[in-house]
């Protein structure tokens, strides 16, 4: 994301998304009554003689938004036309795309300003193997959590060791074809270091890979890879890995009886008191309860949304999907 013109004055954000998370961070934001403008393709009907045609042009627009849809990595804010450089009127379906300046105005908060601020850091991707000798599953880390592909090893001594090195083989062609920054191949067991020897012997991916050794395989072992901090000590600004953080020492917190609260309703009492120093929303409550995150910023607080595609973000949302540090202990 590139942030080109911060005008709060006047309450307009210019920015530019560079990709599908980009767009999708967008769609989060806007809400309607929301004013987006920019350039933007439109069908123009013109007349000629007895014909009649229409012709898409790249025009400039300014639309107030009635709709957001974001599918398929396409993002639409479709309403009312404002303004335009055709005179045109009526309705349109403003489509923001990778590349493409948009202006966005609206009554900011500051934590919408922060999430695109967060995505202007660019977040290396991290491509993830948990293994053992029966199967391995690969994620890719950026801002959210993807799986990508699972491959299935052969056991059973009929197979031997051509199975072995098949199934190695495979999980290395797959790693070569990945564009990333790091792969951390975690796994029990010692499938996983035998794959660390030939990835040595071929030294093409030898200076990527870092070695975890994690107690599961599958989705479990991807959690334990999270939990654990191995993305957060390559990649310290990586966003999912520090959510995971926030919410671990939230809920060691909780387990000492410390300075902190759960839930919609004692969150919204802390805030009101002005007790509350940190809050983490899930971001399926923020649209809903942005009376509870306008109240913490006026006293102070910092806000940061968890986003509830990763175990954390489950387990914060399982908790009502509000939580809270204190500045102080408070009776509710």
């Known amino acids: ?22 767009l999708w961070i967008i769609s989060e934001i806007l809400q309607k009554g929301d004013m987006v ?11 000629r003689s007895d014909t009649r045609t229409a012709v898409r042009r790249n025009i400039f627009a300014k639309v107030s938004v009635e709709k957001v849809d974001f599918e398929g990595g396409q993002l639409r804010a479709a309403g009312k036309i ?15 795309m990778p590349g493409q300046p948009v202006s966005i105005e609206r009554e900011w908060k500051k934590y919408e300003i922060q999430r695109l601020e967060d995505a202007k850091v660019k977040h290396p991707k991290i491509l993830v193997c948990v293994m053992d000798d029966s199967e391995a599953d690969f994620y890719m880390v950026t801002e959210k959590l993807q799986h990508l592909a699972s491959f299935r090893g052969v056991t059973g001594k009929a197979y031997g060791q051509e199975g072995r090195e098949k199934y190695y083989a495979e999980i290395l062609n ?19 270091e035998e794959l660390v020897k030939m990835i040595k012997d071929g030294r093409e991916l030898a200076g990527k890979v870092v ?18 901090g191995t993305i957060e000590k390559i990649v310290k600004s990586s966003s999912i890995a520090l959510q995971t953080r926030l919410v671990e020492e939230f809920f060691a917190g909780l387990s000492r009886d410390g300075k902190v609260v759960y839930g919609r309703d004692d969150v919204r009492k802390a805030s009101e008191a002005g007790a509350v120093a940190m809050l983490l929303v899930s971001d399926r409550m923020v649209r809903e309860n942005e009376g509870i995150l306008k109240s913490a910023e ?8 968890i986003y509830s595609n990763h175990e954390a973000g489950e387990r914060l ?6 939580g809270a540090f204190l500045r102080y202990k408070i009776e509710l």
């Open 1 to 22: 994301m590139k942030l080109l013109k911060k005008d709060l004055k006047h309450n307009v954000l210019t920015v530019v998304p560079e990709n599908a998370d980009d």
């Open 37 to 47: 403008s920019g350039r933007t393709q439109r069908s123009i009907k013109t007349e």
């Open 82 to 96: 404002l303004e335009c450089s055709e005179g045109e009127r009526g309705w349109h379906a403003f489509e923001i």
């Open 174 to 192: 797959y790693m070569k074809e990945k564009d990333c920054f790091r792969i951390i191949l975690a796994g029990p067991g010692f499938a996983k």
């Open 211 to 228: 070695v975890d050794g994690i107690a599961h395989a599958g989705e479990a072992g991807m959690k334990e890879v999270l939990r654990r």
């Open 298 to 305: 006026n006293t102070g607080a910092e806000v940061r949304i």
């Open 317 to 322: 949302l399982a908790l009502g999907g509000f």
